[in-house]
T-cell receptor
Framework: EADIYQTPRYLVIGTGKKITLECSQT?????MYWYQQDPGMELHLIHY???????EKGDLSSESTVSRIRTEHFPLTLESARPSHTSQYLC??????????FGSGTRLTVV | KNEVEQSPQNLTAQEGEFITINCSYS?????LHWLQQHPGGGIVSLFM???GKKKHGRLIATINIQEKHSSLHITASHPRDSAVYIC???????????FGQGTRLTINP
């Protein structure tokens, strides 16, 4: 069973809409991440957080924003979705000296 | 050149065959991860290695720090092993991962 939950699993939305992708984990991990993955391509880090009220941009530039008000919750928001945002978004968490736990991903299509 | 290179990119084999997937990296690392991604998209963490060898069921992962190389082996492969296998490294004291491009494995019955 998953310890990190992403919703929605699939989302098709029109251009210009605001969307929020949810990510929650029940393991008390202090570190959380958002990755973007285009079909057949490698994952790229777009945001990460090392704790509450701490967020940083990742290696791949993204128009999305994130927040970390609670340890267990790390939502990602797109203020105005565009077709170029169509991709899979994966959330993950980790704690020092242990492995990562990944969510099932959100497959976003902007039409 | 990517910091993490995997080979082969695609691998098709018959059920029961012994499978090896390789990962080479060019940076100093604190840990290396092997991940499995099924067609649905979700990712499962298989191993985290900083030295030596780990085994879990039919899966074996090894790492040679001096040669900056890791291998993932699958014994007695099965069609349910069909997935993309991803190597990722953690650099130095950072928590962020750098990913390889993945190896798409198909096991035919």
């Amino acid at each position: 069973e998953a310890d990190i939950y992403q919703t929605p699993r699939y989302l098709v939305i029109g251009t210009g809409k605001k969307i929020t992708l949810e990510c929650s984990q029940t393991m008390g991990h202090d570190k959380m991440y958002w990755y973007q993955q285009d079909p057949g391509m490698e994952l790229h880090l777009i945001h990460y957080s090392y704790g509450v009220n701490s967020t940083e941009k990742g290696d791949l530039s993204s128009e999305s924003t994130v927040s970390r008000i609670r340890t267990e919750h790390f939502p990602l928001t797109l203020e105005s979705a565009r077709p170029s945002h169509t991709s899979q978004y994966l959330c993950a968490s980790s704690v020092d000296n242990y492995g990562y736990t990944f969510g099932s991903g959100t497959r976003l299509t902007v039409v | 050149k990517n910091e993490v290179e995997q080979s082969p990119q695609n691998l098709t084999a018959q059920e029961g065959e012994f499978i090896t997937i390789n990962c080479s990296y060019s940076v100093g690392i604190s840990a290396l991860h092997w991940l499995q991604q099924h067609p649905g998209g979700g990712i499962v963490s298989l191993f985290m290695l900083s030295s030596g060898k780990k085994k879990h069921g039919r899966l074996i992962a090894t790492i040679n720090i001096q040669e900056k190389h890791s291998s993932l082996h699958i014994t007695a492969s099965h069609p349910r092993d069909s997935a993309v296998y991803i190597c990722a490294v953690r650099r130095g004291g950072a928590q962020k991962l750098v990913f390889g491009q993945g190896t798409r494995l198909t096991i035919n019955p």
